[in-house]
């Protein structure tokens, strides 16, 4: 090639010359195609590593906007469920004040109701015992000054003063069991040891009664108390049969403590919110008024114990 590039500048036989610039021309074609294929390698090198970094850029971009998504759509769950729990709050708290404000009205409601109840037994035990008691008792005196014909007059008239005498205690005990003079006027350890004294009296009934004289209530509980005691004894004589009664009223740990417990036959206690009658309802809602709480625990042939804690 140095012989042939000599030539082709130095020789002047214009074969050699010729041959010279061919290979010349040869050897030049030869590098342009050498380095079109490098350029054109080096190109599609390029532009393959352009496209992978392309690639790999917009992948990068979709991954760091999946995660993106992803947070957004995490962040508002997170924050719908926040929306959720507060508003499940909120609402529970409005339930809970709406049932307390109902439960104050229920109570005073109730409250107002019994003593409603009160004062009209108050006045018809006082009508009973100032209007028919005492004309029952006029009745009788003015019979006791009939001077009787005969016999038979005579008989007629000592059975209508039995019957008067009869309807004297009738009206007694029905004034009483109205409103006991001795709760308003001597308080409830005197007015449950007079109701106690008047079951016994019957003689089917044995009634035992412990009052503590640390118990101080005012004329309000008193009274519901007393009501109480006189629900619970009137349905354990009618109902379970009992011979036997034990009243407890004496200071606890949480205020006081109310217990009648009575040997009957005993009953379902899950029966006692579907019973048809008044008479438990009104222990109940006379607990409420009290602010206390009842236990009631019976069974069949094993007799009832009633416990209300009260303050």
């Known amino acids: 090639m140095d ?3 000599f030539a082709k500048y130095n020789c002047y036989d214009s074969t050699i010359k010729n041959l010279a610039i061919e290979v010349q021309t040869m050897r030049d074609s030869i590098f342009r195609a050498q380095t079109a294929d490098k350029v054109a390698k080096y190109k599609t090198l390029y532009e393959t590593e352009k496209t992978n970094a392309e690639n790999q850029e917009l992948l990068a971009t979709t991954h760091t906007k999946n995660i993106l998504i992803k947070g957004i759509i995490v962040l508002a769950a997170l924050l719908l469920l926040l929306l959720w729990f507060a508003y499940n709050r909120y609402r529970i708290k409005k339930e809970s004040e709406f049932e ?8 005073l409601r109730y409250k107002a109701a019994l003593e409603a109840e ?3 037994r108050a006045r018809i035990a006082r009508e009973l015992h100032d209007s028919l008691g005492q004309t029952l008792s006029t009745t009788k005196m003015m019979l006791s000054v009939v001077a009787p014909i005969d016999e038979n007059s005579n008989e007629v008239l000592n059975e209508s003063m039995k019957v008067l ?10 004034s009483h069991n109205l409103m006991p003079s001795s709760l308003a006027e001597l308080g409830i350890g005197a007015a449950l040891k007079e109701l106690a004294r008047n079951i016994n009296a019957t003689g089917k009934t044995k009634i035992s009664l412990e009052v503590s004289e640390a118990v101080v209530l005012n004329k309000d509980k008193e009274v519901i108390t007393y009501r109480i005691v006189q629900e619970l004894v009137h349905n354990a004589v009618k109902h379970t049969h009992c011979t036997q009664i034990a009243i407890k009223l004496q200071s606890a740990a949480d205020g006081y403590l109310l217990q009648v417990q009575d040997n009957g036959n005993g009953f379902d206690v899950a029966t006692i919110h579907n019973a048809k009658g008044i008479g438990w309802q009104n222990i109940f809602l006379r607990v409420d008024l009290l602010g206390g709480t009842i236990d009631v625990n019976s069974a069949a042939d094993s007799g009832t114990i009633v416990r209300i804690i009260f303050s």
Do not use: C, G, M
């Open 100 to 107: 307390k404000q109902n439960s104050v009205h229920k109570i």
């Open 165 to 174: 005498d009869q309807a004297v205690q009738e009206v007694r005990t029905i």
């Open 3 to 5: 012989v042939l590039l």
């Open 118 to 120: 009160e004062k009209e």
